[in-house]
């Protein structure tokens, strides 16, 4: 694999030379002339006033999470605490091995486990819950909590704030429902390699149904564009803003800097997406916590020192996301603001986390459903919530933001916020934007590679022809500027919306059925514990 990669980058060196020098432009404006119509469409605005247009995909993903949440009769509040203790090992022992084998009749039939040689037995899976989770994090969290919510604030004002958290708790919903069916669709190899997310459930769930064509056709089209938007906006766009940053951290421009970054930032990456997803999860179950905290921790020190602030703060956001506060389109314009904001944050509805939530280790689907629906809280709820918060706080005599106009560079006015208490930490925020692109990167290129090897065949050449692909375009998008080409992955990256939430409503009665199988197999060990069992967690 080594020998491949260093042959590969060797060839292709001049060739972005050359490019970063000359034929940038011409690609981008030859790209945006043939592929412009499918971005206008994924991105068509229906009128919603005089002044504001809404996305339909963004009617479509907030109209799926609705859904979501009235079917499952708000899962994502009622759930809450059972994600957690989930999350936390709680019931390991019974998604490992089944409630009715470990608390049911203490006398084992024939083929049932027997206690003492439980030890030896495992789930199909390759990850844990809190692996599966940090891998699908890493992927949302990212330049949309830093960058993103500068801009929708600036274009929204403070009201926006509430409109993004309602996207949250909504979106909390869908990821319950797609990564439930993420699980319970999976394949799983002779090796223990799983292969999972969309293009399975729509495959295999709408065949039960009878529509097996429908489904077919769904998930060729979910696993294109899944594997668009893993080159572009998950790889190309994350390196090259992490490259943008770097170059100006350090005075760079003019250089061939970006490059140089592009290639170190490919090795690194090769080195974890080559090991799959076990490396993946490794890596992001480190990498993800750590770069939140600090940034979380940064937030909450500023936080501490406008304490008296905060309420003001809060009161502003409640008054903004009503009445618009001046803010072009009034309330129309901030709640679409607000609600793009967090829908696109989260990705909630867009189905690319179920295909990481799909590894993980457990005999219940349901149970990595309530545990991804984590992931928009913390995403949008707390993150997105905690820089906005720094935004308002930091932003009141309005010294380096005016609410109403709109801002191109995000991650400048989060950091200028930022600096306004801790001095020097827009270099930390760099550091913060570079290992939130590594992250979104690894996870992109295994949700990638799920939709490449759908289409193309599972084996390692089909692997690595993929892999060497996504390298490749790591340093592309590190070294030159291909704007049409990455509205282009973003667009495939919202087309994923369509296939996945047909096909999530259809199947929303399998998941119902799932999540009352979990609940069950919760309420066996509770009353088997209170009649005096041993907590089998305790035990193995």
């Known amino acids: ?40 469409a994924i991105f068509y605005e229906i009128p ?4 504001y247009k809404i996305p339909w995909v963004l009617i479509v993903l907030v109209g799926g999470a609705l859904f979501f949440t009235i079917y499952f009769k708000f899962i994502n509040i009622t759930g809450f605490r059972t994600a957690i203790k989930v999350v936390s090992g709680k019931y390991e ?39 599966a989770l940090t891998a699908a994090l890493s992927a949302t969290v990212g330049l949309g909590n830093i960058a993103g919510v500068a801009v929708a604030l600036s274009i929204g004002g403070p009201g926006a704030t509430f409109w993004m958290i309602l996207a949250g708790l909504l979106g909390m919903a869908s990821k319950f429902a797609e990564c439930t069916l993420g699980v319970k ?9 799983v292969y999972g997310g969309p293009m399975y459930y729509l495959t295999k769930g709408l065949r039960a149904k009878g529509m097996g064509g429908l489904g077919r056709v769904l998930a060729v089209l979910f696993s294109i564009f899944v594997i668009g938007g893993s080159f572009g906006g998950g790889n190309m766009f994350q390196a090259n803003q992490a490259a943008a940053q770097f170059v100006k951290l350090f005075d760079l421009e003019g250089s061939n800097a970006g490059l140089y970054f592009g290639l170190v930032m490919a090795v690194l990456v090769a080195i974890v997406i080559i090991g799959g997803i076990k490396r993946i ?49 009034g309330l129309v314009g901030v709640m679409i603001q607000g609600i793009r904001r967090g829908a696109f944050s989260n990705e909630a509805g867009v189905g690319s986390a179920a295909i990481a939530h799909s590894a993980v280790r457990t005999k219940y689907p349901a149970s990595e ?3 991804a629906l984590l992931e928009p809280f913390v995403d949008t709820v707390v993150i997105c919530t905690m820089t906005a918060l720094v935004i308002v706080i930091t932003n009141f005599d309005g010294s380096f933001m005016e609410y109403g106009v709109e801002i191109k560079e995000g991650v400048e006015i989060t950091a200028t916020a930022f600096d306004t208490v801790i001095p020097h930490f827009s270099v930390i925020l760099t550091v913060a934007v570079i290992l939130f692109a590594f992250s979104t990167m690894i996870s992109w290129s295994y949700y990638g ?19 060497i692909l996504f390298l490749i375009f790591v340093v592309i998008g590190a070294s030159i500027s291909l704007g049409a080409v990455i509205d282009f992955s973003d667009a495939m990256i919202f087309a994923m919306v369509v296939p996945n939430i047909i096909g999530v409503i259809m199947l929303s009665p399998i998941i119902k059925k799932e999540l009352n199988k979990y609940y069950k197999a919760i309420n066996v060990k509770e009353e088997a514990i209170e009649e005096g069992a041993d907590d089998l967690n305790d035990v193995l």
């Open 369 to 371: 459903g309530i545990v």
């Open 48 to 51: 919603f006033s005089e002044q």
């Open 281 to 329: 999860a490794k890596v992001t179950e480190k990498i993800v916590p750590f770069m939140a905290g600090i940034y979380v921790l940064a937030a909450l020190i500023i936080l501490g020192a406008n304490f008296t602030l905060i309420d003001d703060a809060f009161a502003l956001i409640y008054k903004g996301a009503f009445s618009g506060l001046g803010i072009a389109g």
């Open 93 to 131: 022992d019974i998604e490992k091995h089944g409630a009715d084998t470990l608390y049911g009749d203490s006398t084992p039939n024939e083929g049932e486990d027997i206690i003492e040689t439980i030890r030896d037995e495992s789930a199909d899976g390759e990850v844990s819950h809190f692996q």
């Open 185 to 193: 669709y999976r394949d799983v190899g002779e090796d223990g390699t």
């Open 1 to 40: 694999m080594k020998k491949y990669l260093l042959s590969i980058f060797a060839l292709i060196l001049p060739l972005l030379n050359y490019a970063q020098e000359t034929v940038s432009e011409k690609i981008d404006a030859i790209f945006k002339d043939y592929t412009g119509w499918f971005v206008d």
């Open 449 to 467: 590679m799920q939709g490449w090897v759908f289409l193309f065949g599972k084996g390692k050449v089909s692997d690595l022809a993929y892999k």
